[in-house]
């Protein structure tokens, strides 16, 4: 056996142990959307690369495949100054996510034929605040569960207004999104069930929490939630006023949720389900009913209380939360039983949410980092090696002109990916989404077109006796190698 033999061959048991070392670890591996895997502890490390980035003390989060929480973790810190760690019984505020859960209620109401969701609101419960404006007439619980009211977000945002609350459209005309809207809706639905805002949250834990097993979430805090509260904390993680820990009947319909991921989940697993209302009652809740202002060209609806949008890995529905110092989000895929939630005690859980989308959906590359190392290093040995051959016109190599160059054009596809996918975990951009998707897809063509043209050739050259045992030897590691790692990363 020549030195050149024994060398190759140990190469080969290198390349062999290197690429099984390349294979995820870890039970139980989470479901992307693309129909490929992630093991938990690759997340597990996207999470604590995030917090360190974006400076977010403490986070809890769950993940949903199948209908079924396979993903639960807790880390940080819930109190930075007393250094008391995030833990399973953390309870942290939803913010907006209450919009959902509370159109949850609603529709529970007008099956139960106590409220018509396209009668005035008015004739309900007339609202002093805004009956300066005939207008207001027109409101109806559709059009606040939509955002088309016409309302403000917040009156106070409105410093010219002097605190007075205002309507910015004819109702029903167009999208604005509104808190306001969600507490006169609320104010209605007290009135209509004979009830104080403590009655009305313990109504909708009647409804809704309790047949869940959802214990400890309520939208007023009691004993329990102020205890194990995680503390606040803003952009340069200072803590925020203390008056979080106050503990009152302050009710606000789209905003004062407590909660955390697992009891959360029950109710996420429960909207996939479509348990808790009738058939009818969620069409009508998911429908689309208002198109959203977006600065690209994304078809971002609003429903009866959930943010949907579609791509083609599923049709999303989901909320975002941003009350001071408390920041989350929520994204499910009901057809296929998938989602997540994330609580943060930081300004930075909503953005982190539209980042675990993207992650998600293209985290494959990041799950598979070494295989796409290996894929390009075994590519660029093939096009180096067959390159020389090619220009010293050897009757040894295996790949003429024409393939040659598909090679060098699927490489440099192959090195672009990796970029993109690197800046991907650092940037959340749809529109850079939608040309990821369109290179992962050139990548697996790219793929196919080296191992197709180096097999062909391969065969030939073994047909016709043409090639040595150094060179077969040679060019059946190089095509062994892009073999195992092209098809772990299609």
Request: net charge positive.
């Amino acid at each position: 056996m020549t030195i050149y033999s024994r060398t190759l061959i140990v190469l080969c048991l290198l390349s062999v142990g290197w690429l099984t070392s390349c294979q995820n670890k870890g039970s139980k591996p989470l479901q992307n959307l693309i129909g490929t895997s992630m093991s938990p502890a690759t997340l597990d490390q996207y999470l604590e690369d995030k917090m360190k980035a974006m400076n977010i003390p403490g986070l809890a989060v769950a993940v949903i495949n199948d209908g079924k929480v396979v993903y639960h973790r807790v880390k940080g810190y819930a109190d930075k100054e007393n250094k008391v760690k995030v833990d399973k019984q953390t309870i942290f505020e939803g913010a907006s996510m209450s919009k959902s859960v509370f159109a949850h209620f609603t529709m529970t109401l007008v099956e139960q034929g106590k409220l018509d969701l396209d009668k005035p609101l008015y004739k309900y419960l007339p609202y002093p605040d805004i009956a300066y404006d005939p207008r207001y007439k027109k409101i109806t619980a559709r059009m606040i569960l939509s955002h088309r009211s016409g309302f403000p977000n917040w009156r106070d945002d409105y410093k010219d207004k002097g605190g007075k609350l205002f309507i910015k459209f004819e109702p029903g005309t167009n999208y604005h999104y509104s808190g306001e809207g969600y507490q006169y809706l609320a104010m209605v639905l007290k009135h209509l069930l004979k009830t104080d805002w403590r009655g009305l949250d313990a109504k909708i834990r009647e409804e809704i929490m309790q047949p869940l097993g959802m214990k400890h979430t309520r939208f007023i805090q009691d004993s329990y939630n102020v205890e194990h509260k995680a503390k606040p904390y803003g952009h340069k993680g200072e803590l925020i006023d203390p008056k979080y820990k106050k503990s009152d009947s302050l009710f606000i319909a789209p905003a004062s949720i407590h909660s955390e991921p697992i009891e959360f989940s029950k109710w996420l697993i429960a909207m996939m389900n479509h348990k808790g209302l009738k058939k009818e009652s969620f069409d009508e809740m998911f429908k689309r009913h208002s198109q959203v202002p977006f600065p690209i060209p994304l078809e971002l609806q609003y429903t009866l209380g959930f943010f949907n949008y579609t791509f083609p890995f599923g049709n999303f529905y989901m909320h975002g939360g941003n009350n001071e110092g408390f920041t989350c989000m929520f994204v499910i895929e009901p057809e296929k039983k998938w989602g997540f939630v994330v609580f943060t005690n930081s300004e930075y859980g909503e953005q982190l949410g539209s980042m675990m989308q993207l992650y998600f959906i293209n985290g494959w590359t990041l799950n598979k980092y070494p295989w796409l190392a290996a894929f390009v290093v075994f590519a660029f040995l093939a096009l180096l090696i067959n390159g020389v051959m090619l220009l010293r016109k050897t009757k040894y190599r295996v790949i003429n002109k024409h393939h040659f160059r598909a090679g060098l054009l699927a490489l440099l596809g192959t090195f672009i990916l990796s970029y993109l996918s690197l800046a991907t975990r650092i940037h959340y951009s749809q529109s850079g989404h939608l040309l990821f998707q369109g290179l992962y897809y050139g990548l697996i063509i790219g793929i196919v077109t080296q191992l197709y043209f180096a097999a062909n050739q391969m065969i030939d050259l073994w047909k016709n006796k043409e090639i040595g045992w150094f060179q077969i030897i040679l060019q059946i590691f190089l095509m062994l190698g892009l073999l195992v790692t092209g098809i772990v990363l299609i």
